[in-house]
């Protein structure tokens, strides 16, 4: 029976055999060296030297960077499966515009405020008055008059007239201009997305799940099988 060389034994014998491989971001590098070797153990390699098949891996990877870069970035974007209509647009409008605006304002009050009272009369009389007071002894021998009479007479009287006018007129003129030239910037801004009715809903989902079994380290480790080993049990 004949022996093959195959890549897990090259590794086995030194596991520096992938030390020249390289990734993008977003690919676990150890994971898939893993799925390279374990697909491949029925292979033989088709360069046997060690160090020759060690530098060849390391070109191999930078070849393919760019693929692999992309697949990554592809997989990672955000979409509803069963929308194939996204369009996003924004633009800005600029406009110049020239305007005038004149104004006139002419303003007026007039106030006339007139007060006035009159014949303002007052009139008193008074006459006075008598007193009378009798006075007699105790033991009756004598007896005596007092009289006071007081007699007033005081009147009183007069007018008043008093009158007031208060006029103001108050007018006011004003006048404005503006003339000039205004920029105007109009922004929007818009998503609109949706399915648009090309194709169906169970059409998209369906053709969904074909994308989910696509799996990245099987299709690294077929390309690399394919290019370092011989296809033959």
């Given amino acids: 029976m004949q022996s093959k060389i195959t890549l897990i034994g090259l590794y086995n014998y030194d596991n520096s055999l992938f030390n020249n491989l390289s990734f993008p971001n977003g690919i676990d590098r150890d994971l898939a060296i893993e ?9 033989e390699v088709l360069y046997s030297n ?5 530098d060849r891996i390391g070109t ?3 070849i393919w960077a760019r693929t692999f870069e992309k697949w990554v970035k592809a997989l990672a974007v955000e979409y509803d499966p069963l929308y194939n209509f996204d369009r996003h647009e924004f633009y800005t409008d600029a406009k110049a515009r020239d305007y005038k605006d004149n104004q006139n304002s002419v303003a007026s009050s007039n106030a006339v405020e007139n ?3 009159v014949s303002n009369t007052v009139t008193g009389s008074d006459t006075g008055s008598t007193t009378e007071q009798f006075v007699n002894a105790y033991d009756g021998g004598y007896t005596g008059k007092e009289k006071e009479e007081s007699n007033a007479v005081t009147n009183q009287s007069g007018s008043g007239d008093s009158k007031s006018d208060i006029s103001s007129n108050n007018n006011s003129f004003g006048s404005t201009n503006n003339n000039g030239t205004s920029n105007e910037l109009l ?5 609109l997305f949706g399915n648009i ?3 169906t809903s169970q059409q998209m989902l369906h053709d969904e799940l074909d994308i989910a ?5 099987e299709h690294i480790s077929d390309i690399f099988i394919e290019e370092f080993c011989i296809l033959v049990y």
């Fill in 35 to 43: 799925r390279i070797l374990n697909k491949s153990e029925e292979f």
């Fill in 50 to 54: 060690f160090d020759y098949l060690k």
């Fill in 60 to 62: 191999w990877s930078n």
């Fill in 115 to 117: 007060s006035e009272s």
């Fill in 187 to 191: 922004q929007h801004e818009a998503r």
């Fill in 197 to 199: 009715g090309v194709t």
């Fill in 213 to 217: 079994t696509w799996n990245l380290y």
